[in-house]
């Protein structure tokens, strides 16, 4: 049974940083695409990043780009996701996910596996 488990959201002020780790069991790691995705309170789950299997590929969300990274560790079996230059509108549960395949994707319907969520607040 494929687990992700997500951790290092918390409270932080406008301008500063975070960097969320996820986590995977139960699955070849190597085998999966990996992304975050992101839902704010009313509003819909959306897409932040991906990250090719072995991380040779990467794709964000134009509201992110520049400012987050995601990176993973094949032999850690995680991927994290840092965070610079926070802002108040990326206040939202940041969820894992991921799927078996190659292509990156931003649809959340494309991916298979979700972790539970981890909740980023930042203060304005």
């Known amino acids: 049974q494929v687990q992700l488990v997500e951790s290092g959201g918390e409270l932080v002020h406008a301008g500063g940083s975070l960097r969320l780790s996820c986590a995977a069991s139960g699955v070849t790691f190597s085998r999966l695409v990996m992304g975050w995705f992101r839902q704010a309170p009313g509003k819909d789950r959306e897409f932040v990043a991906s990250?090719?299997?072995?991380?040779?590929?990467?794709s964000y969300a134009d509201s992110v780009k520049g400012r987050f990274t995601t990176s993973r560790d094949n032999a850690e079996n995680t991927v994290t996701l840092q965070m610079n230059g926070l802002k108040h509108e990326d206040t939202a549960v940041y969820y894992c996910a991921a799927y078996l395949g190659n292509t990156l994707r931003t649809s959340a319907s494309a991916y298979e596996y979700w972790g539970q969520g981890t909740q980023v607040t930042v203060s304005s």
């Open positions: 990250i090719s299997w072995n991380g040779g590929r990467t």
